[in-house]
């Protein structure tokens, strides 16, 4: 037996495609539903001809005591990154946020924390500083253990949008960082579009709209690769005069 935390369609159709042209099992594929008191467990597909009298659905109790998942704050978020990204951020990341007086005032999340960074008399969350994605399929699977994950800095366009008001200036800037590697997401063919076209105030609005760093399909966020810092630090650049242009941009937006 396989069993997951998910199952969908495409899934099933693997199941099919493995079971019938790889081998003889597994058996059957079943889907995990963990809660506080244990695990509930439902098949989903059995192999065909396999006598499913074998295995049936159950629920198996657990003897942990549940623990609320720590967020990411800018503090724990240097024990979570290898030590070529904790360096990134000390000498880099932090420095140049602490620049455009950023004081550590954060929302902390579960992969990352949203830095808040004042802007004319606003304080605005203007940028994603965490981890990557464990489901992100551009890393090794060891850059996803504590200690040494990669880092991802995202800039948030929805906060510009909804402080200027200047549709204009926020496409350029997504254009801007664009140059440099940055993609909307592949959720609805985002990566093919922003920073390319001019993208709606709806659609920006209908999300945090946060730009991610895969410049090439084989290339996620940042590893401490050769590069890196120098990739973060023209990011910087970009991201510090669009900050100075924004009290601008909201008079020419009003």
């Known amino acids: 037996m ?7 369609a495409s899934d099933l159709t693997a199941a099919e495609s493995f079971a019938h042209n790889v081998h003889d099992g597994p058996v059957a594929y079943a889907i995990v539903n963990p809660d506080p008191i244990g695990f509930h467990w439902h098949v989903k597909y059995f192999r065909p001809g396999a006598d499913q009298g074998l295995v049936k659905g159950a629920n198996v109790t657990s003897d942990f005591v549940p623990e609320k998942m720590q967020l990411v704050t800018p503090t ?20 140049r946020l602490n620049a455009l007086g950023w004081n550590e005032r954060h929302v902390a999340k579960r992969s990352a924390f949203d830095a808040i960074i004042p802007v004319g008399g606003s304080s605005l969350p203007l940028m994603v500083v965490g981890t ?31 402080q200027t008001g200047n549709l204009a200036f926020v496409n350029a800037y997504m254009k801007r960082f664009y140059e440099l590697g940055w993609r909307g997401r592949r959720r609805e063919n985002k990566h093919l579009r922003w920073g390319i076209t001019d993208i709606s105030a709806e659609e920006i609005r209908a999300s945090e709209a946060a730009m991610i760093y895969y410049p090439v ?36 937006g009003c």
């Open 2 to 8: 396989l069993v997951s935390d998910y199952f969908n």
């Open 76 to 95: 724990r978020l240097r024990s979570l990154v290898s030590p070529a990204c904790r360096n990134l951020l000390d000498n880099l990341v932090y420095p």
């Open 132 to 162: 990557s994605e464990l489901d992100a399929k551009a890393l090794e699977r060891h850059t996803k253990i504590d200690g040494s994950q990669t880092l991802k800095i995202n800039p948030r366009f929805k906060a510009v949008l909804n």
């Open 217 to 252: 399909e084989d290339q996620r966020d940042h590893s401490g690769r050769e590069g890196d810092a120098e990739n973060l630090s023209n990011f910087f650049a970009i991201f510090e005069e669009m900050i100075a242009s924004m009290p601008e941009a909201t008079l020419e």
